[in-house]
């Protein structure tokens, strides 16, 4: 067997691997303001024998629970929800996943990240995703598979994610690091388009998702990461890394692994959850 890609795939070694049948190709390219764009986008043209991934359906859980509580924009789905949906698209236990996007890997990471949830390590993002790969002069196709499904066992989590009973449990213990990957502005509490209220969780340091990667949309180097994500996190596992809706922060998770300083968890409400409660404190700028 070879050897399995854990966090990055170059295009060109996506590329050498693309009729290897233990490799398969996720595209994963979405827009939060118009929801058919990344299916749109799939079907225009994507990687050959790449299978589509919908961030809404696929990869997200019903918005609110059984209760009826609301849990955030992008919920993780069931457990068995998303094994399903993963041996749908023809991922087995010896699958080698390699998830992509348009965006730097700000929605392929989600699946590089839930992947890891039911406990399956092989699985990469492509980086520089698809701008990568066509700045390499390798095409794209429409032809969509139709792949067999796949023998995919759910497994004990890699990852570990929080709930917002014991985020508010563990935030006012002084243990805890929050990290929002939202852009600044939104983090301040400035020019909020998507949620209802603008700011963020108290005490929560902010990380950009998109300055983990170099102006080509790469991520930058291991060292780069490692000196900038360890001013922000002391101890990755007194982490929780959370975005606006639980998709993000997966950037932020990948960038500390790339970094080697695993062990954050997840906050996968995020701030479309936290926020829809009035009764949890909110801080704004820079406080």
Not at 14 to 30: E, M, N, S, T, Y
Not at 32 to 37: E, P, S, V
Not at 73 to 98: K, N
Not at 252 to 268: I, R, T, V
Request: aromatic share 6%.
């Amino acid at each position: 067997m070879s050897t399995s890609r854990s966090t990055l795939v170059s295009a060109a070694d996506l590329a050498a691997h693309l009729d290897d049948p233990a490799w398969v190709v996720v595209d994963c390219r979405h827009d939060l303001m118009n929801l058919a764009a990344g299916r749109e986008a799939y079907a225009a043209g994507h990687i050959r024998n790449a299978r589509f991934a919908d961030l809404e359906t696929a990869l997200s859980g019903p918005k609110r629970g059984p209760d009826g509580v609301f849990r955030g924009r992008h919920p993780l789905p069931g457990r068995a929800d998303l094994v399903a949906s993963l041996r749908a698209l023809g991922i087995g236990d010896d699958t080698q996943v390699v998830a992509y996007d348009a965006h730097g890997g700000m929605f392929a990471a989600r699946l590089w990240w839930l992947l890891r949830w039911v406990g399956h390590a092989r699985a990469a993002v492509l980086d520089g995703g698809l701008a990568a790969w066509q700045a390499q002069g390798l095409p794209l196709a429409t032809e969509v598979p139709s792949p067999a499904p796949g023998k995919l066992t759910e497994r004990a989590p890699l990852v570990s994610a929080l709930s917002v009973g014991e985020l508010l449990a563990q935030l006012g213990n002084g243990a805890l690091t929050v990290v929002d990957a939202r852009a600044p502005d939104r983090f301040l509490g400035e020019n909020e388009t998507i949620d209802p209220v603008g700011g963020h969780i108290p005490g929560a340091r902010n990380r950009f998702f998109k300055d983990n990667l170099q102006a080509d949309g790469r991520f930058k180097d291991p060292a780069a990461l490692r000196a900038e994500l360890a001013a922000l996190v002391d101890d990755p596992a007194t982490a929780v890394m959370q975005c606006g809706s639980g998709v993000t922060a997966c950037h932020n998770l990948l960038a500390l692994e790339l970094a080697g300083l695993p062990g954050a968890a997840l906050y996968p409400g995020s701030w479309s959850e936290w926020c829809a409660d009035p009764a949890r404190p909110v801080a704004r700028g820079a406080e």
